[in-house]
């Protein structure tokens, strides 16, 4: 009678050779890191721009938005009147206008920086407006120049074009908006 001890034995004390217990961790690997953050870079190539894009025409909107419901309060003015209110500085609203405009609103800071100044019988690059609104840089608010930014505008609101219509480069390169020129 033959018998195998090795089949009854308990594992732990079989003949055969165990192999030992390997730990293994789960961790990316240096191209897979490699590959996501050429990836996560290839993303946010295409992504800023588009963001940045989206926020210039949204300021812009804003903007426009304004300039329409201003210039509506000023014609208005000036067909009950048959004239237009005083020129201020930048920033103040013209008295005749304190219960047409909302204050809060003119006065503010712009979206693009600046603030609104009623300009009533101007000169504007050699050109004398009846009446214009123009975005101006004042002590508390720099304007910094921005052709792209003028131009967004100057395409919600008109031709496109800020050497033609009623949407202008002004003085100092400030934004015009001509209400009557």
């Not at 090795?6 to 490699?34: E, G």
């Not at 800071?109 to 975005?135: E, K």
């Not at 101006?136 to 505008?153: G, K």
Request: glycine share 6%.
């Amino acid at each position: 009678m033959c018998c195998d001890f090795q089949s009854i034995l308990p594992p732990s004390l079989s003949a055969r050779p165990r192999r030992a217990a390997v730990q293994t961790r789960a961790a990316f690997t240096l191209i897979q890191v490699m590959m996501s953050l050429a990836i996560g870079s290839m993303v946010m190539t295409f992504a800023v721009p588009k963001v940045k894009q989206a926020e210039m025409h949204s300021r812009a909107t804003i903007i426009a938005a304004d300039l329409r419901t201003f210039a509506t309060a000023f014609e208005t003015y000036a067909q009950e009147k048959g004239n237009w209110p005083t020129e201020v500085e930048a920033g103040i609203t013209p008295p005749e206008m304190t219960d047409r405009l909302n204050n809060t609103a003119w006065a503010r800071i712009t979206p693009i920086g600046g603030q609104y100044n009623w300009d009533s019988n101007q000169m504007h690059g050699g050109v004398r407006y009846r009446a214009a609104i123009c975005v101006s840089e004042t002590d508390i608010a720099p304007l910094p120049i921005n052709e792209e930014m003028l131009t967004e505008i100057d395409k919600l609101m008109d031709d496109g074009n800020l050497n033609t219509g009623n949407v202008r480069i002004g003085v100092n390169y400030d934004l015009l908006f001509i209400v009557a020129p």
